[in-house]
């Protein structure tokens, strides 16, 4: 990590607030760059700050708890906004109570079929969404039902979920199902593009898609990490056990219920927080849950780390401008420089010696340019656009920032399940 602000810029600026709270509020950024992770002088920096009243800190009662979820209409709300509630009734075991008024939503695997129709008009729409309100609300805000509100009255759309959120594919029967029912009653389909489609502008997930997505991963975890859609759409369509027979299954010793007890006692082998939520995650969420991370972690100590390389370690001697400069020497790129030797290259960073000492260093280099010649030599090595977009993304996105798609795509054929409609979304 590279610091721009030396330890005086830091303590001039915790100068300007009264608590702590008030400057992580307003300078976050130095308020992370003072604390031990970083640089460690947060309490330097803060000796001469006021300490808030205990009861500035908000304790959720289960009464203050539903008061606070009635605000909200649905689940995500609730959490994107007032996570601290949130957490606390899954804390205290009010959640299902607390939420008892919300509405649900749907997912990326789960839909429901809505219909906006013109009153008194043989006029009708039908779609397929995660958030109904919300898809409504986008319509009435096209051009297309603009001109049908000014032209017959805004009193006259009637928008209505003609269905629950069910699987995708059923969602998709459905839309095609009501679609044909109101077309043979003589209606006018207002939709653009052919039903179908899964809705929210998001790729549907063929079976060649999600292994060719799977075989980039060893495990379940980092496979479902950076492709959780695909994950979901592998379990919904029961691709699970072939996209994922390469992977490593770990070795399960049985499910385990952590107890206070159990806890405490796990707790008890690490000196940080820091290891012990690294290598035994279950139980430090379980604390967390809980309420006892404090008492479990009673014994611990807080590591001294000079920057987020070596985190964890012991402080190293302090560096001398010339023993930096001889640690710099060693090596022919800055890369390697930090990777290898992370102290001296923060201890540097931080007294803008980079550019001295590392004047015999290689400059490495950092972006890939495309070209035409280059996209459309990784083009010739796939068969199909999708495998294309996975393997290659960059140059995939070249090809369109270039306009070179379609020469680029021109011997691909299409991957079953896997072909774009006029709305840019694969479709069947």
Known sequence: MRFKYTNQ?????????????????YSPAMYELARPRNRNILDQA????????????????????????KKYQHKSDWSKNSNSAYNAAKARGCFEKAIKHMVPLGNIMRRCVYSIKVK??????????????????????????????????????????LTGYTSLDRAIFNEKKYEN????KGFKILNIAKTGGIGGGLIKWTKEAVIISAKKFKTISAWSNKFRSAVNA??????????????????????????????????KKYKHRARWSEESGGAYGAAQKMGILNIATKHMTRPIVENTW?????????????????SASKYSNLYEWRKKEPSAYATASTRKMLDKITSHMKKMKLYRFWNKKKVMSSARKYKTKISWQLNDPKAYNAARRLKIYNKATKHMHIAEGAK??????FEK
């Open 234 to 267: 592998a379990h919904d369509k029961g691709w699970m056990e072939e996209a994922t027979a390469h992977m490593i299954r770990p070795v399960w010793q049985g499910l385990r219920i952590w107890t206070r007890e159990k806890i405490i006692e796990d707790a």
């Open 420 to 425: 774009r409609g006029s709305d840019g979304r």
């Open 310 to 326: 070596n985190k964890g370690l012991k402080r190293p001697n302090k560096w001398t401008d010339k023993e930096l400069k001889s």
């Open 46 to 69: 803060t000796r001469h700050m006021d300490r808030l009243p205990n009861n500035t800190v908000k304790k959720w009662t289960v009464q203050a708890i539903i008061k606070d979820a």
């Open 9 to 25: 810029d830091i303590l001039k600026d915790a100068k300007k607030y009264n608590n702590r709270r008030d400057w992580k509020k």
């Open 120 to 161: 008194d008009k043989k006029i009708i729409y039908i779609g397929l969404t995660y958030n109904f309100k919300k898809r409504i609300r986008t319509h009435l805000k096209t051009k297309r039902f603009k001109e049908i509100s000014k032209r017959f009255g805004h009193s006259a759309i009637i928008p209505k979920k």
């Open 181 to 184: 029912f109101y077309r043979n």
